[in-house]
């Protein structure tokens, strides 16, 4: 039963443009909640995260939205540059401090 | 330069052997999860520990899956016996409470 869901298996964006992954969870204990991204042969690395308490939170290029009502937030890349090109994972964390990802979304940024 | 240090990197056994994979935590992170990654799952959790007890393991097939931390400096996941549809990429990551999961760089396993 997968808690934490990204839809999308691939994106793909022009160099410049705005990318957006998005996430789904089901579970309404998750208030925490990250994004990691993933070369090949690397693990994941830690990206953004952010609290239930808000809706936004802002990195450089990376902003994270996130709308409790839906059980959804978005990673936005802008401007989306080659090197952003990789896997990224959505995860969410509860009151257990366990920690859910999803299944992943290939971002390819063509230049 | 605090990182997590995972043993073997890659491994290639024979169906019905035993593999231990092993996981050395960042100094004094207190939580411990095994992931398992493959396409269909994405980044499946398998198993947790916090300050070495096992805190949820539902993840994980129990009939031929066990992990354990024998002293806060070692985690580990074995397999016996493995099976083909073992073959995945093992992650380990830690965390220091309410920061986020550093991750190892992975056991890859083909079981043949």
């Known amino acids: 039963d997968q808690q934490v869901k990204q839809n999308s298996p691939s994106l793909s964006v022009q160099e410049g443009r705005i990318s957006i992954l998005n996430c789904d969870y089901t579970?309404?204990?998750?208030?925490?909640f990250l994004w990691y991204k993933k070369y090949p042969a690397e693990g994941p690395t830690f990206l953004i995260s952010i609290s239930s308490i808000k809706d936004k939170n802002e990195d450089g290029r990376f902003t994270v939205f996130l709308n409790k009502s839906a059980k959804h937030l978005s990673l936005h890349i802008v401007p989306s540059q080659p090197g952003d090109s990789a896997v990224y994972f959505c995860a969410a964390q509860g009151g257990a401090n366990n920690l859910f990802f999803g299944t992943g979304t290939r971002l390819t940024v063509i230049p | 330069d605090a990182r997590v240090t995972q043993t073997p990197r890659h491994k290639v056994t024979e169906m019905g052997q035993e593999v231990t994979m092993r996981c050395q935590p960042i100094l004094g992170h207190n939580t411990v999860f095994w992931y398992r990654q493959t396409m269909m799952q994405g980044l499946e959790l398998l198993a947790y520990f916090r300050n070495r007890a096992p805190l949820d393991d539902s993840g994980m097939p129990k009939d031929r899956f066990s992990a354990e931390m024998p002293d806060a400096t070692l985690a580990t996941l074995k397999i016996q016996p493995s099976e083909p549809r073992d073959s995945a990429v093992y992650f380990c990551?830690?965390?220091?409470?309410?920061?986020?999961?550093?991750f190892g760089q992975g056991t890859r396993l083909t079981v043949v």
């Open positions: 990551a830690t965390v220091l409470v309410n920061t986020e999961a550093f």
């Open positions: 579970n309404s204990m998750f208030d925490y």
